[in-house]
T-cell receptor, first 112, second 114 residues
Framework: DADVTQTPRNRITKTGKRIMLECSQT?????MYWYRQDPGLGLRLIYY???????NKGEISDGYSVSRQAQAKFSLSLESAIPNQTALYFC???????????FGQGTRLTVV | QKEVEQDPGPLSVPEGAIVSLNCTYS??????FMWYRQYSRKGPELLMY????GNKEDGRFTAQVDKSSKYISLFIRDSQPSDSATYLC??????????????FGSGTQLTVLP
């Protein structure tokens, strides 16, 4: 089983719909992240959480919200999806010293 | 200007070739440097991790950091078709709290032809 699991793996949704992407991890890490990946732009940080009570905005948080339900669970929501949120979304965790990130398999989201 | 620049490629090489992948950066505070490999439809996986300047070797892979030039490289010797993937460089400074975030390059797409 994967250490960082994302659901769903693929999703097509309509403009204006609310959608939630879920992430769970078994690595026991406190730190969790949500990134989006677009061609030519690399990975950009949306939100990150250092523990259950700590949520921080990343580089591109507008239009997104997150919830840290437990140490192992971190979900990303698009309150009202728009087409330019079509992208590949990755959840990640990092070790306690933040040296490296461990990524999930990704969620391919298409907003039509 | 991006903090981290990486040639997106695509780069195609014959099997057995030596591959050189590179990133340049502008933030002199970066101290930790990583290379991730991402196969199609998969998440990035850590390939190499180095701290500060110097070289690090792991099998067919060598990571090189030149902080004076703000330039990092990943060399792949005896490249194999299974090395075909997108390679992402990433780096971060030594800082506390929220400043300890990774900055990624945009990735170089590599194809090794049999």
């Amino acid at each position: 089983d994967a250490d960082v699991t994302q659901t769903p793996r693929n999703r097509i949704t309509k403009t204006g719909k609310r959608i939630m992407l879920e992430c769970s991890q078994t690595k026991g890490h406190d730190r969790m992240y949500w990134y989006r990946q677009d061609p030519g732009l690399g990975l950009r940080l949306i939100y990150y959480s250092f523990d259950v009570k700590d949520i921080n905005k990343g580089e591109i948080s507008d239009g997104y919200s997150v919830s840290r339900q437990a140490q192992a669970k971190f979900s990303l929501s698009l309150e009202s999806a728009i087409p330019n949120q079509t992208a590949l979304y990755f959840c990640a965790t990092s070790d306690p010293r933040d040296r490296v990130a461990f990524f999930g398999q990704g969620t391919r989201l298409t907003v039509v | 200007q991006k903090e981290v620049e990486q040639d997106p490629g695509p780069l195609s090489v014959p099997e057995g070739a030596i591959v050189s992948l590179n990133c340049t950066y502008s933030n002199s505070a970066f101290q930790y440097f990583m290379w991730y490999r991402q196969y199609s439809r998969k998440g990035p996986e850590l390939l190499m991790y180095t701290y500060s300047s110097g070289n690090k070797e792991d099998g067919r892979f060598t990571a090189q950091v030149d902080k004076s030039s703000k330039y990092i490289s990943l060399f792949i010797r005896d490249s194999q078709p299974s090395d075909s993937a997108t390679y992402l460089c990433a780096m971060r400074p030594i800082s506390s709290g929220s400043a300890r975030q990774l900055t990624f390059g945009s990735g170089t797409q590599l194809t090794v032809l049999p």
